[in-house]
């Protein structure tokens, strides 16, 4: 566009390249996309365009696409723009010379926008020129109500009275008009002034100001009753002016007594006579068209308007046959003369240009009446129309005009659908011929279906979509049919038949599916109708399989059908419902329109849901209506709604969904559903909730149980009793929560209350009165709860006397007698045959027959043990005392020990009764029986037992023994084959892990053999192998490497094979690698696991479970750990095995997931991905396959952009740090800008001594690469960074050297070097206490920047000299002592005031120090840098100059060498006479040029710039410093249409005199390159005459 706006000669092609102006004005759609585009610099093609469109003001195309560039620079005016003054400029000189009324609109609201009120003060200060007064009048036109307005008005008004006094007419002129624009000010008082102008000088510009102003009613007024019109009359006739003066009076006609005066003199005649002669007379025109309505037919026939009007229609300009179809227009009341053109205009209807809309429009004011209808129907009008609406079909003005001519044409007062609909359908029957003509038919029917009335049954329509659809595949065609549905069907009030809708549409597919697309919506939209036949249809199912329009259609179809829901809640809308949001997840906004207008729809179509995302969204925004309008709630009603709300309860983790239930449970048959075992696990969940660690999902539940017991139904109450929600109410109770939550403990009461008084059996635990007393005791306040609690105590002893548990009290204190009797008789086995006796071991008696007392004892354990199978929970262990003895007598006995453990298990299964149980029996003691036990059943009991009180602390004691242990892992190894008895001894081992005693132990017993075995056999049971991986993550937590060992050995491979089984299990997968993380910690079982392939199933994991968190960091930490082995060539040989398995590419794959979503465990995610990386690419192999993975990309975007994490950005550094030892990584971290961030998050975390380190030493390897220069070279700041960490870090060896290293290779780039010399200082007071090799880079930095002649002032002012001499003096390396003497040896011969300094501080008596020195190499550079000071110095007395007077300020300068010595001569020379009669130059500032001379004042203490003979420039020659070849700031100047700069002058001929400060004093350019040298070189030797030997410039 900018290319096309510069074209000199080139409309059309400007006009072509505007069109880009649309596209850029819908970019900026947003505030957030509008400043990208203003950052782009989005405002320069939009000036460029205004600029040219100044050239071709009347272009239509061109103004049309420079209105689209108003509109940009207006949305860009909100932001911070830059080049706003210039822009305004553009916008303000487009407005002059263009009159479109849109353009002109346009241009004031962008003005507005552009017009900032610092712009309008600055226009306000300045009102110098006419110019000036011109823009501060356009400002206050944009910005009338600024509060600056009245301010600026008033200073117009003094403007105005000055220049009336110094009779300026210009800027009287422009003041009036500028008070015009701001509508603040009469200006009618001043149309005397301009009617004098207009008698006096009429020029176009006194015009031209006058129509604007006429334009103000007060001002026309006071124009025309001071016989204006007479005084512009004449100057219409004068051709330079007619023009403007046609135009003005233009705008005087619109008042009535104007008119009537301009028809009186003849303007009418005048302008169809210039018409006539000149039909493109744009003036002549206007004036015309603005008498017209004023004029009658007679007196327009007698100016001969006709004969105007037919000239310009027969004109070639397509302008002239525009402006003469608006006159038609316009002269209605001449219809019968101008039917005469007819013809004509209808053969303008057949061109390309802009005519055919006017044109059109002139047959639609001609064709009243039967004679003019019947004209052009004999002339083919219909045809033409129909033809130029298709060439247009987009153009929605010429469709409603040419479609009410054809309505008249064709009988009726339609919209001329019908006409355009026949067509169509017969282009259907010529294709493929006439496909164009189809396309056009359709577009055109599209436009004229949203006219009002235009149409009134939607039949033809829809059959002639079906018919293109029958007749065509053709994409163009399609489209355009779809569109034709598409705005059909946004005609609200009209009935549409949506099944043939949907049909049409689904045949579109997939050549036209976006417009196919929109018309979806549009079906969609009309309601729950069209939702349903688009599902029944297939249109949505479509949908969903297309990549491009397909997500954002769906999008506002679920939106539609949102709105309509009430409408979806039978079967058919649920499906279609259902559909969408499974298509559609995530749409938060819809699914809560959706409940606010039918919440029971999406419960309907929540058990069709097939997605999970879309499930857990639907069950959120019910739960979330149900809280906002319970009144309105869905209510579960099926068994469907209750399954689907428990499955997203289930596996979705949506807990509240139950909640919706309690609306169900307001009626029996509601409860039943609930409560009935339909679903079991709504009661699973109801229960767990009681017990659970909501207390508000618990409060819910206990509300929903005491809903259901409350309706007082019989099968509610068997379904609950049957359930246990009395056990699972009394458990809730007995924790301390629940217990004081009163709401909780009542509704629980009254549920329990409603359950025991139902009539049904209940059976409760044996302490359940004690737990109800419990909560009235909580509570004591609560009548209520005192009263519950009274009642339900004694309905509960009711139930429980002659219940089961008052049976097995009874029988139990019947056991102590039997075992009394059977306590010395044992059962044991024979070593021989291994057959079974009984022995006494009071009497000593054995025997092979069984004894009666032991038979009694054995029977009466088997009654017990189905007994306790019947009221298992009920049973108070207080009164198994008899059961404690029995095991303590014969633990050891199998017979009795089985029956033991039967019993005592079934007392044991709730935890709090085991628990107690634990304080009655010694439990561990059931070990015992089972050393030579083979009954599984027997093993299982006491296992299981076991299992469940072996966390609790007092039974860990007890059970780690030795003996114990072995015994159960012997027993473990004989069962293999049984997964619950192997599953609970491994459980039993894990929870003794907790101890280190019993760790070593297990360790003793080969527990890990064991676990090898279990993961073996069982290797598909997922929770056996989870207890396998617990217990093996304790067994290794005590950091012995010996043991890890052991164990990675023995169960590695079965982990690997388990983490393949059960790969779909995140939370096991994640058990799996914590253990490997646990292995990893002792190299050895490093190369084991990677050996094993744990690698590729880590990989395959990650790549399966993307979205957890935890198990993709556990991921990544493991693999940094597997690839930090502490021995080389281990190292090496796992981070091969790393490699191949594809670790680096799993985490770049992590990495790119994490930077696509940033929260909390992303950012940590990032972390660890950097911490693995960093381990990693510490191998070149793996460096080089991080660089490959682009890693270093990531690296260094996530340091840049998440710059505010602390941890991410450290771990990042630390990565960046070591891959820099790689080159491969160095250049990939060079092109994506790691020095800027390195540098500038040491700036900020300077003082973290592990992040300094990190950050310099990477730093140190990248600015090895010149690139890396730019970085600080763009922001000195980052070497400011480097000199605080050496005077904060100088003590640490290797950061110091990295700090310098980096200093020494950016000092090379002499774009730094000289702000490097700025630092020196702080080199300089760091170096003295630095370490051997730090301090020879110091030293080497110090002596690179010497021999820079610029940085010489900076290195001396900075204490340069000062460190050299303490290097001297101190006990330093003969590297550091011949870096320093040399150094020295430069400064000093540089020039004698560097000489003076070195004096200044003994520095002789330093360098003579070291003359002797045994070093050879040193004591010659001492004798040289002596002999330097005394040919610089000679015999001067030290301190004859002070060491820094003028020092960086009148010092410096490169040409004052040692080796100038005062000349005998003139020491001008052949310079003076040049000097004192003054050289030609340019003299350059602010990007322009001015002819000036250039010479040595008379009293040669300043130089003097010359023009005319005055001075110009005055500069003093002690505050000069130099003069160089080359350009300076001054020489730049702007370029056109742009903000940036571009060199101006000759760059062989420019020169610039620099200051003290090294600033650009003079900017200027010679004619050529040889006049700029001797110039260069006369200046230089006046200045070195003017600073040494100030007393020879007047004499010579």
């Avoid at 000149?278 to 003036?283: E, L, M, N």
């Avoid at 510490?1178 to 991080?1186: F, M, Q």
């Avoid at 006479?1473 to 040595?1496: C, N, T």
């Amino acid at each position: 566009a900018v290319v096309a706006c510069q074209a000199p000669r080139g409309d059309d092609a400007f006009a072509r390249a505007a069109a880009a102006f649309p596209c850029l004005a819908a970019l900026c759609a947003t505030s957030e996309l509008t400043a990208s585009v203003a950052a782009r610099n989005g405002a320069k093609p939009c000036v460029a365009a205004l600029t040219r469109v100044t050239d071709c003001p009347a272009h239509r195309r061109a103004v049309r696409g420079c209105t689209e560039a108003l509109r940009v620079l207006g949305r860009l005016g909100r932001t911070d723009l830059r080049g706003r003054a210039s822009a305004l400029d553009a916008v303000f000189a487009a407005m002059d010379v263009v009159e479109d009324a849109a353009f002109q609109a346009q241009a004031v609201r962008t003005a507005s926008k552009l017009a900032t009120d610092a712009l309008a003060r600055k226009a306000m200060q300045k009102l110098a020129s006419v110019d000036a007064i011109k823009k501060l009048g356009r400002v206050l036109e944009c910005r009338t109500d600024a509060p600056w307005a009245a301010e600026a008005v008033d200073i117009l008004t003094k403007t105005l009275r000055r220049a009336l006094h110094e009779e300026d007419h210009a800027k009287a002129r422009a003041c009036v008009v500028a008070l015009h624009r701001s509508r603040k000010h009469a200006t009618e008082d001043y149309a005397g002034m301009f009617l004098d102008e207009l008698r006096r000088h009429p020029t176009r510009d006194v015009i031209r100001d006058t129509a604007t102003l006429v334009s103000n009613e007060a001002f026309r007024a006071a124009l025309i009753s001071s016989d204006g019109v007479n005084v512009l009359l004449p100057l219409a006739r004068d051709a330079a002016l007619a023009d403007a003066a046609e135009r003005c009076l233009a705008v005087v006609a619109a008042h009535p007594r104007g008119a009537a005066d301009l028809l009186k003199g003849g303007a009418a005649r005048h302008a169809c006579a210039r018409l006539a002669e000149d039909p493109t007379s744009g003036g002549s025109s206007l004036l015309l068209g603005a008498l017209a309505p004023h004029a009658s037919a007679e007196q327009l026939r007698k100016a001969g308007a006709a004969r105007a009007v037919r000239a310009g229609l027969l004109d070639d300009d397509d302008e002239a046959r525009e402006r003469a179809c608006g006159l038609v227009k316009e002269m209605t009341h001449l219809r019968s003369d101008l039917l005469a053109s007819a013809p004509r205009l209808v053969k303008l209807l057949g061109n390309d240009e802009e005519s055919p809309r006017a044109a059109a429009r002139a047959v639609d004011a001609l064709c009243a009446g039967d004679d003019a209808v019947q004209l052009f129907v004999d002339l083919d009008t219909a045809h033409n129309m129909l033809g130029a609406m298709r060439r247009w079909p987009d153009d929605d003005e010429l469709a409603r005009t040419c479609a009410g001519v054809l309505a008249r044409l064709s009988g009726g007062d339609g919209s001329g659908l019908s006409e355009v609909l026949a067509s169509a359908a017969t282009q259907c029957d010529r294709l493929p011929e006439a496909l164009d003509d189809l396309v056009a038919d359709l577009t055109l029917a599209g436009h004229l279906v949203l006219l009002p009335g235009a149409v009134d049954d939607a039949g033809p329509v829809l059959d002639v979509v079906a018919l293109v659809l029958v007749r065509t595949t053709n994409g163009n065609a399609l489209d355009a049919a779809m569109t034709l549905l598409a705005r059909l069907l946004q005609v609200r009030d009209l009935p549409v038949d949506a099944a043939a809708a949907a049909r049409s549409i689904k045949g579109a597919f997939p050549r036209a599916i976006a417009r196919a697309a929109a018309a979806a919506v549009a079906l969609g939209r009309r309601g729950a109708g069209g939702i349903r036949e688009l599902h029944r249809q297939g249109v949505t199912e479509g949908l969903k399989r297309d990549a491009r329009v397909g997500a954002a259609t769906l999008s506002y179809l679920l939106d539609a059908a949102a709105a309509d829901a009430s409408a979806l809640a039978d079967e058919t809308g649920a499906e279609a419902f259902a559909e969408l949001l499974d298509a559609v997840p995530g749409r938060a906004g819809a699914l809560a329109k959706a409940a606010d207008t039918c919440a029971q729809a999406l419960l309907e179509a929540l058990p069709l849901l097939q997605d999970d995302a879309a499930a857990g969204q639907v069950v959120d925004a019910l739960v979330t209506h149900a809280v906002a309008a319970p009144q309105a709630q869905a209510v579960p009603c099926r068994v469907e709604h209750v399954a689907a709300l428990c499955r997203a309860r289930e596996k979705l983790g949506k807990d509240d969904a139950l909640s919706l239930h309690q609306a169900t449970l307001a009626t029996a048959d509601g409860g039943k559903l609930c409560f009935g075992g339909y679903v079991p696990a709504f009661n699973d969940f109801v229960k767990g909730d009681l017990r659970g660690a909501s207390s508000m999902r618990a409060r819910n539940a206990c509300e929903m149980v005491a809903r259901g017991a409350g309706l007082g139904d019989a099968d509610v109450n068997q379904a609950l009793i049957e359930g246990r929600f009395p056990h699972a109410l009394l458990d809730a109770l007995k924790m301390p929560e629940r217990l004081n939550d009163e709401a909780f403990a009542q509704n629980a009461l009254y549920a329990l209350r409603c359950l025991l008084e139902g009539g049904q059996t209940v059976d409760v635990a044996f302490d359940a009165a004690r737990v109800v007393r419990a909560v009235a005791a909580a509570h004591p306040q609560n009548t209520y709860i005192g009263e519950t609690a009274r009642a339900v105590s004694t309905l509960i002893e009711e139930a429980q006397a002659g219940g089961p548990g008052a049976r097995v009290a009874a029988r139990l204190a019947a056991l102590k007698a039997i075992h009394a009797a059977a306590a010395d008789w044992t059962c044991a086995l024979s070593d021989e045959g291994g057959d079974p006796y009984y022995y006494n071991g009071a009497t000593k008696q054995s025997a092979w027959a069984q004894p009666a007392e032991h038979a009694a004892l054995v029977a009466e354990l088997d009654d017990l043990g189905d007994l306790m199978e019947l009221c298992a929970g009920q049973v108070d262990p207080a009164n198994c005392g008899a059961l404690a003895a029995c095991l303590s007598t014969h633990a050891r006995d199998a017979v009795v020990s089985s029956r033991l453990a039967k019993v005592l298990e079934a007392v044991g299964r709730d935890d709090a009764v085991a628990d107690l149980l634990c304080d009655v029996c010694g439990l561990e003691h059931l070990i015992l029986g089972l050393e030579k036990a083979s009954a599984p059943d027997h093993v299982l009991h006491v296992v299981a037992l076991l299992d469940r009180v072996a966390s609790l602390e007092k039974m860990r004691a007890r059970l780690g023994t030795k003996q114990y242990i072995t015994i159960l892992n012997q027993v473990c190894l004989d069962h293999m084959g049984r997964g619950p008895i192997v599953e609970h001894v491994i459980s039993i081992f894990g929870k003794l892990c907790t101890e280190e005693g019993a760790v070593a132990i297990q360790m003793e017993a080969n527990v890990p053999y064991t676990l090898k075995w279990a993961l073996q056999t069982h290797s598909a049971a997922k929770r056996l192998c989870e207890k396998c991986v617990l217990n093996a993550s304790r067994l290794v937590a005590g950091n012995d490497d010996a043991r890890t060992g052991y164990v990675c050995e023995q169960v590695t491979p079965e982990l690997v094979a388990s983490l393949e089984t059960h790969n779909g299990d995140a939370d096991f997968v994640v058990a799996v690698l914590k253990c490997f993380g646990a292995f990893s910690l002792h190299d050895p079982s490093i190369l084991a696991m990677v050996s094993h392939g744990v690698t590729e199933k880590v990989v395959s994991a990650t790549e399966r479970h993307g979205d957890h968190a935890q198990l993709l960091r556990t991921a990544v930490e493991l693999f940094g750990n597997l690839g930090a082995a502490e021995d080389d060539d281990l190292d090496a040989r796992c981070t091969a095995l790393l490699l191949e398995g594809g670790a680096v590419d799993a985490i770049g794959s992590i990495l790119d997931s994490c930077r696509a979503r940033i929260d909390g465990d992303a950012l940590a995610l990032i972390g660890a991905c950097f911490d693995a990386l960093y381990n990693l690419a510490n191998d070149t192999n793996a460096a080089a396959a991080v660089v490959e993975g682009g890693l270093c990309e990531a690296c260094v975007h996530c340091a840049r952009v998440y710059d505010a994490c602390d941890a991410l950005v450290v771990q990042g550094v630390k990565l960046i740090g070591v891959l820099t030892y790689d080159s491969n990584a160095v250049q990939r971290l060079s092109r994506c800008g790691a020095a800027a961030v390195l540098a500038d998050a040491l700036r900020s975390r300077a003082d973290d001594h592990d992040f300094v380190y990190d950050a310099i030493l990477g730093l140190a390897n990248l600015v090895t690469l010149d690139e890396n220069a730019a970085a600080f070279r763009h922001d000195t700041k980052r070497l400011d960074a480097l000199g605080d960490v050496l005077e904060a870090h100088g003590d640490d060896e290797d950061i110091a050297t990295f700090a310098l290293k980096a200093l020494v290779r950016l000092a090379a780039d002499d774009g730094i070097s000289k702000a490097i010399a700025e630092l020196v200082g702080k080199v300089a007071r760091a170096a003295p206490d630095l370490a051997e090799k730090p301090q020879t880079l110091a030293f080497e930095l110090i002596a690179h920047l010497a021999y820079v002649p610029e940085n010489r002032v900076a290195l001396v002012a900075q204490g340069g000299v000062r460190a050299l001499l303490l290097a001297l003096e101190g006990p330093s390396t003969a590297s550091v002592l011949e870096r320093a003497l040399k150094t020295l040896d430069v400064l000093v011969a540089a020039d004698v005031e560097y000489a003076s300094v070195v004096l200044e501080l003994n520095g002789r008596a330093a360098v003579e120090r070291h003359v002797h020195e045994t070093t050879r190499s040193v004591a010659d550079m001492a004798r040289r840098a002596l002999e330097t000071i005394d040919a610089v110095v000679g015999h001067q007395p030290r301190g004859q100059r002070a060491a820094l007077r003028g020092l960086g300020m009148a010092s410096g300068n490169n040409s004052r060498r040692a080796s100038d010595v005062e000349p005998a001569g003139d020491p001008l020379g052949r310079y003076r006479a040049m000097l004192v009669a003054g050289s030609p130059f340019k003299e350059w500032a602010a990007g322009k040029s001015s002819a000036r001379k250039i010479a040595l004042a008379g009293d040669f203490t300043s130089l003097v710039t010359l023009s005319g003979g005055k001075v110009k420039t005055r500069l003093a020659l002690n505050s000069l410093l130099r003069c160089d070849l080359g350009r300076g700031a001054a020489h730049a100047k702007k370029k056109m249409l742009s903000s940036t700069k571009v060199p101006g002058g000759k760059a062989d001929a420019c020169f610039v005199i620099k200051g003290l400060a090294e600033n650009d004093v003079l900017c200027g350019e010679c004619n050529s390159r040889a006049d700029a040298v001797a110039l260069k070189d006369a200046l230089n030797a006046l200045l070195r005459c003017a600073a040494r030997w100030p007393h020879r410039l007047a004499s010579g």
